[in-house]
């Protein structure tokens, strides 16, 4: 069966410094990958979203960026993060397009 | 512009029967789906409508009007458990699916 794995679970981060956060998929191949941000009592802002390796679309200028280094691994990566920059940022995958299962996500704060 | 609308809050009790609307309003349209969010939590996927008509899922239905752009999930014989965010979500183009704000259930004993 798929699974997917996202960590941390909790991450908080002063302004200014680096960002990491990396997202797998098990059990399927050529999945379409998603990185969404959620603020507190909010819907979710889609970030990038990837149809293959090394293909990235960015929906929203910002100071993140994504990367698909192999078919099943995603990363989101900011140089210097803003205060704006916290939230519940979810990693998703599908093959169909119509239903997504997300990541258990990672709560972000920005110090 | 493209947007989903839907209640911010809607209480039930126990028991009953909710209903959940949606109406979108964007670029494209491949379908509709609903997602389920507990307080901290992760979405979980409940339900998809491309075609009109009514989708049932056990306890939960989904309707959708093409149309009206319109859509709703139904969730019946609500339980305690069943207090949670509802997210609607519309495919527009291509590979990408907007959220609406969500719904906020409270469900009372």
């Known amino acids: 069966s798929q699974t997917i794995h996202q960590w941390p679970a909790t991450l908080v981060q002063p302004v200014g410094s680096p960002l990491s956060l990396e997202c797998t998929v098990e059990g399927t191949s050529n999945p379409n990958l998603y990185w969404y941000r959620q603020a507190a009592g909010r819907g979710l802002q889609l970030l990038f979203y990837s149809v293959g390796i090394g293909q990235i679309s960015s929906e929203v200028p910002q100071n993140l960026s994504a990367s698909r280094p192999q078919d099943r691994q995603f990363i989101l990566s900011s140089k210097k993060l803003l205060l704006s920059d916290s939230g519940f940022y979810l990693c998703?995958?599908?093959?169909?397009?119509?239903?997504?299962?997300f990541g258990s996500g990672t709560r972000l704060t920005v110090v | 512009g493209q947007s989903l609308e839907q209640p911010s809050e809607v209480t039930a009790v126990e028991g009953a029967i909710v209903q959940i609307n949606c109406t979108y309003q964007t670029s494209g349209f491949y379908g509709l789906s609903w997602y389920q969010q507990h307080d901290g939590g992760a979405p979980t996927f409940l339900s998809y409508n491309a075609l009109d008509g009514l989708e049932e899922t056990g306890r939960f239905s989904s309707f959708l009007s093409r149309s009206d752009s319109y859509g709703y999930l139904l969730l019946q014989e609500l339980q305690m458990k069943d207090s949670a965010s509802y997210f609607c979500?519309?495919?527009?183009?291509?590979?990408?699916?907007?959220f609406g704000a969500g719904t906020r259930l409270f469900v009372k004993a």
């Open positions: 979500a519309v495919r527009d183009q291509g590979f990408k699916t907007i």
């Open positions: 998703a995958w599908s093959e169909s397009n119509y239903g997504y299962t």
